[in-house]
């Protein structure tokens, strides 16, 4: 027992990306931790920066201040003495190069690589990808390493972009979920469905806590 204790390593979460999100990793992180080792908790450090000012230095299009402010947490984690690193947000992986960069040693999760591995589980190629206004580029940071996964990624037409946007800004981010939010989500991954035949969907924006949403769509 004490032996397992020294060998477990501790796991440096990045959190307040929203709130709600941080502690639905922390749940189901503990979930994995004590199915995989019965009688353990896993070993977490968490850092919880303040979503109100990184949003609006998204928004003003501050993205190196940005960076910045994830990185002064990032800091933080790595001088606690973790072994690895989860970034509790997909828009916050903006932050990998400059993680690698400065930590080369140290492991990131990243967010990308799990969704890809799930999604080639499933035997499809073609998904839609829905999210904040910021993650849903081409060029973001997950959506970059889920296309060097070979994917084909299909976003949403820009109105529905902006109105995604407002509700997870706005609602998800806070725990808010309304019956006419889920129709909303669930007319565009209709319509991606019909007009562009993805064959899956990624909501991802770790604030979208949508199990409500039932979809014939993987």
Same mark, same amino acid.
């Given at each position: ?9 501790? !796991? ?89 960069? !400065? ?101 991802? !924006? ?13």
């Amino acid at each position: 027992m004490q032996s397992n204790r020294r060998e477990q390593r501790v !796991c440096g979460l990045l959190g307040g990306l929203t709130y709600v999100s941080t502690v639905d990793y922390y749940n189901y992180i503990n979930r994995m931790v004590n199915k995989a080792l019965p009688g353990h908790g896993s070993r977490i450090h968490i850092v919880s920066l303040n979503v109100f000012y990184y949003v609006k230095l998204l928004e003003q299009n501050e993205w190196s201040k940005a960076i910045d402010y994830l990185m002064e947490g990032i800091r933080q984690l790595v001088n606690s003495g973790i072994d690895f690193l989860i970034i509790g947000s997909n828009t916050s992986h903006i932050a990998v190069p400059r993680i690698t960069d !400065c930590y080369p040693y140290l492991v990131v999760l990243h967010i990308g690589d799990a969704v890809a591995h799930s999604i080639k589980q499933k035997k499809i190629h073609k998904i839609g990808f829905l999210g904040t206004r910021f993650a849903m580029k081409f060029d973001s940071q997950v959506v970059q390493r889920l296309i060097e996964h070979e994917l084909e990624v299909i976003f949403p037409d820009e109105e529905e972009i902006v109105r995604l946007n407002d509700i997870i800004m706005n609602e998800l981010s806070f725990n808010i979920v309304t019956e006419e939010s889920k129709q909303t989500f669930l007319k565009v991954i209709q319509r991606l469905n019909d007009e562009q035949n993805i064959e899956g969907i990624v909501l991802g !924006c770790t604030g979208e806590n949508f199990n409500a949403i039932h979809s014939y769509l993987p």
